[in-house]
């Protein structure tokens, strides 16, 4: 088995132990809106960058294309809830990863077929080497995924490549640090927290040399051989999550993560 297939094993493993799936298709439905259980925090503010990702980029997309349907490429899908919400509102999606499983991989989107007139297409893919043909999309969305690239280099080449030209490339819910060295001090908190709770089940999780966080330097540096400029679109959290900042100034811990939505525009 391959570091990758071994760490997507793993990966689901560990999906499952935090619940994720566990509500079934009343949960899947519900999506990004769940309103209790363990994981209702997350969703709260993943709600929230939807909300704004719908505002700012899809129907600004919508009229600059004269009210046609939309192609949307989802990256990192997951369970496509994303997709299933585009496809609801009239557009047409693909929902792209790596995962298959049933946990909250692209398995645990059959689901949405009954609630749809056509189901829409899922590919079991890297979001680093797309299986598409160039010049598809009026949209790609990284959805909560692209800090898993081994390559931001490569992963957004490609997401340039199969976006139609005039297109958006959308960054969601990945971890942005104003300091590179709070990105590294969160990775290195993570994997002592990861191998203290897990034990020699941590390997796997760890195996993956993901990129893990981003900056606005290193997100344009990347961004250079695709002609790439990003602007940041800043979404109002709940207040909890508004205050970590102040509460780590007063501890005086590392600064936390936002997780904005940034938006970039083909040429």
């Known amino acids: 088995m391959t570091t990758s297939a071994r760490f997507r094993a793993a ?7 935090e619940g994720r799936g566990t509500g079934g298709d009343a949960e899947l439905l519900a999506l990004p809106y769940l309103r209790s259980g363990p994981l209702a925090g997350q969703w709260r503010v993943r709600a929230r960058t939807y909300e704004r990702f719908l505002d700012v980029v ?45 946990v909250d991989g692209l398995g645990a989107a059959t689901p949405y077929s009954s609630h749809l007139r056509r189901m829409f297409p899922r590919i079991a893919a890297s979001f680093e080497s797309i299986p598409i043909r160039e010049r598809q999309f009026d949209i790609v ?43 590294d001090r969160m990775v290195t908190e993570k994997r002592l927290a990861m191998e203290h ?20 330097e290193r997100l344009a540096r990347a961004s250079v051989p695709v002609g790439l400029s990003w602007r940041r679109h800043r979404v109002r959290y709940p207040l909890g999550y508004e205050l970590r900042a102040i509460s780590a100034r007063v501890q005086r811990r590392r600064a936390p993560s936002r997780f904005d939505l940034w938006e970039a525009v083909v040429p």
Do not use: M
């Open 11 to 17: 990966y689901a493993e560990r999906r499952a132990a």
């Open 141 to 183: 969305v990284f959805n909560a995924a692209i800090h898993y690239a081994v390559s931001l280099e490569r992963a957004l080449a490609e997401a340039a490549r199969v976006s139609a030209p005039g297109g958006r490339i959308a960054i969601l819910d990945s971890p942005f640090y104003r300091r590179a060295s709070d990105g």
């Open 58 to 102: 899809v129907t600004a997309r919508v009229r600059e294309l004269a009210n046609r349907t939309l192609r949307v490429l989802d990256l990192g899908a997951g369970n496509a809830w994303l997709c299933y919400r585009l496809v609801r509102q009239g557009h047409d999606a693909v929902a792209l990863d790596w995962r298959r499983d049933s």
């Open 197 to 216: 709770s897990l034990g020699p089940k941590a390997v796997e999780l760890l195996a993956l040399p993901s990129i893990e966080y981003l900056t606005s």
